[in-house]
């Protein structure tokens, strides 16, 4: 769900939740992508000897925080080279070029996890040499794009929320099915993606989120025909800023977006809708020719603490795989502010991953949307 091409720029909302966090570690190399960080002064992102202090990690920019890249340096002397990719597609072409070598740990989305893992790109996890791999909450794990659980370990996770303003509304949006009160003409946002829209109205009408069956999919029109009254706009990029600027009543995206809704005015609420039940989740990952491998297993060990864990939510304010101990306690503070997109058990005990479509499922789809869009 909410593929990166549909996600609030990662470094747009790091920017509001936490300030331009890396660029207090090296604001000259943050000018593109691909930029190398290095706080050890080492910049070389290829293979490095045997025994080498390097870390050559790639993500999005910002998605492991300052505080986390700091301490684990100054716990262990080992120099992390932060390398980052716009897009899951930008990384996938770079692995591919590269055979896998020039990186040591990736963090990314799961469906390129397994586009990475059908290409050979990436290495087994020798769990064994994590002793915090216990951390990582097993309902996030051995899911379809890695089904035996030793290519990838879950970090960031991520869900469907309705952010709202309160004193504008009386709904609680504990339904997808509330966005079309007619109460809210003219005064919803959504994000401007046909699979969860109409994936989501499917399951409003009974049925299932990756349902293939054409029937099914076309007959959650009749949801639609009742939702699209409210539709103001449709945004991908900021569909939450609409309503903080006081332009809609509410808005259906990421929690991520929800959670830099609120931040920007905390008087908002936002709330995870019976019906987000589909995840997107960010595993980190290791290169089948990655050069430092013991350096890999030190990290990862230490990304997976608790405590370590909680700092990342400090910056990101995203969900976190951590269920540690002392994890929850370290960020009640955040959960008290409401500015952590922490997802309730509820979603998590019955979640499923959004699945590719067949043929004849996303000519229905298109269809539909062209239709809906139109307000046909």
Known sequence: MFRPNAYLSRSQFLS??????????NAGLLSGCGSTISTSGSSDS?????GSKVLNLYTWQEYVPPKVVEGFQEETGITINYSYFSTC????AKLEATGGADYDVILTTDYSIKIAADEGLLQKIDAPKLSNLKNVDPRLQKQYFDPDGDLSIPY???SAAILFNPARTNLSFESFADLAD??????????????DIIGTAIVVSGGDFNTQDVNVIKGSKEFLDRLRPSIKAFNTDSPEFVVTNGDAIASY?????????VLADPSLKFTYP???TTLGIDAFVVP???PNLDNVYTFLDYVLRPEVAATAVEHTHYHNSNIGDGFKEGIQEYVDQNSVAIIPDEILDNYQLNQSLTADAQKAYDDLWTEFKQGA
Not at 253 to 261: D, F, K
């Open 16 to 25: 509001l939740a936490g300030g331009s966090a890396l660029g207090a570690l």
């Open 46 to 50: 290829g293979s490095s000897d045997g």
């Open 89 to 92: 597609e930008e990384m996938l």
């Open 156 to 158: 960031w996770i991520s």
């Open 182 to 195: 007619p109460s809210l003409a003219g005064n919803v946002v959504v994000t401007d993606s046909e699979r």
């Open 253 to 261: 995206h990421t929690g991520a977006q929800a959670v830099a809704g």
């Open 274 to 276: 019976k019906e987000s």
């Open 288 to 290: 089948s020719q990655a």
